[in-house]
Nanobody
Framework: QLQLVESGGGLVQYGGSLRLSCAAS????????MGWYRRPPGKQRELVAS???????DYLDSVEGRFTISRDNAKNTVYLQMNSLKPEDAAVYYC???????????????WGQGTQVTVSS
């Protein structure tokens, strides 16, 4: 009943900027929080940034100060603004949401399909 649709990935030069978007659609009871994960080539998936329903944010140490996560509750959309991009930021980025479909079952993690971010020199 819920789908996460991502957009905004692509190719950017070293030091450039990119903004990722993730929109939730369908039906659900509540979304506890949303975030962005990434999986660099040959690496483990890691949490990049997260935001709660109340607006509290958390960042991976290596992106803090360069990346900003934000949320538009009216559009059920979360964004990741990425500035000063580096080659090590290249990865597949995944949107994540912890969602209660109904009020009587535990929250479940939902994932977007992933969007590729490539950083060139």
């Amino acid at each position: 009943q819920l789908q996460l649709v991502e957009s905004g990935g692509g190719l950017v030069q070293y030091g450039g900027s990119l903004r990722l978007s993730c929109a939730a659609s369908g039906r659900w009871f509540s979304i506890d929080g949303m975030g962005w994960y990434r999986r660099p080539p040959g690496k483990q998936r890691e949490l990049v940034a997260s935001i709660t329903s109340g607006g509290s944010t958390d960042y991976l140490d290596s992106v803090e100060g360069r990346f900003t996560i934000s949320r538009d509750n009216a559009k059920n959309t979360v964004y990741l603004q990425m500035n000063s991009l580096k080659p090590e930021d290249a990865a597949v980025y995944y949107c994540n949401a912890k969602v209660k479909i109904t009020s009587v079952i535990p929250a479940v993690n939902y994932w977007g399909q992933g969007t590729q971010v490539t950083v060139s020199s």
